[in-house]
């Protein structure tokens, strides 16, 4: 054989053997291309719903935390106009001559129970009911002694009575009585509320 024509041949199958293993390294190139590009997609629509999930859910907390803030803002309002609703309704009550009565009445019942001493505290525009207390407090408790104090705390009026030889307070502040009732209150003036529909 010829020297030319084996170096030919040889060169020949050479090229042959490189293109077959440049076409099964395209070919296994493509393979790979084909198979990281699927896990690339699945990957990317993992993460894509991942990320939808999470950020509908962090809407869903901000859309919660909202409406919470919202009902809180409301509810304080309606507090708010609860309070000064009460404080205005209470500024005219010592004017009215149900006050005085409401007073000494209270001073009758509370001296039926104390067996001693005894400091009943008005608020300072009250001082005045004091002669009239000592005699409805003397006549229902006897001979027991009675101290009347002005008593700054008082915000709205009403009395404070304490036993000093039995240790209790009675208190009859307007003040203590609205707390007692606040839910009765409140009740009433939602309703109202309501009927003008001011709320839901």
Request: hydrophobic share 35%; aromatic share 4%; proline share 0%.
């Amino acid at each position: 054989m010829d020297k030319s024509s084996l170096e030919s041949s040889i060169r020949d199958e050479s090229r042959l053997a490189i293109q077959a293993i440049k076409d099964k390294e395209a070919s296994e190139v493509m393979r790979l291309d084909d198979l990281y590009a699927d896990e690339i997609e699945a990957y990317r629509t993992k993460t894509s719903a991942e990320t939808d999930a999470r950020i509908e859910q962090e809407l869903s907390k901000i859309t919660n935390r909202s409406m919470l803030e919202r009902k809180k803002r409301n509810l304080k309002l309606i507090e708010d106009f609860i309070s000064r609703s009460v404080e205005e309704a209470v500024k005219g009550l010592r004017d009215d001559p149900r006050y005085r009565l409401f007073i000494v009445e209270t001073l009758a019942k509370a001296a039926e129970q104390v067996h001693g001493r005894a400091e009943v505290h008005l608020k300072e525009q009250d001082r005045a009911l004091g002669e009239e207390i000592m005699e409805k407090f003397t006549s229902s408790a006897g001979k027991h002694k009675l101290v009347i104090h002005e008593d700054n705390t008082i915000k709205w009026g009403g009395c404070t009575i304490k036993d000093e030889q039995g240790g209790r307070i009675f208190n009859a502040t307007i003040e203590r009585i609205c707390f007692r009732n606040y839910q009765i209150i409140r009740r009433e003036l939602m309703k109202i509320m309501r009927e003008k529909g001011l709320i839901d």
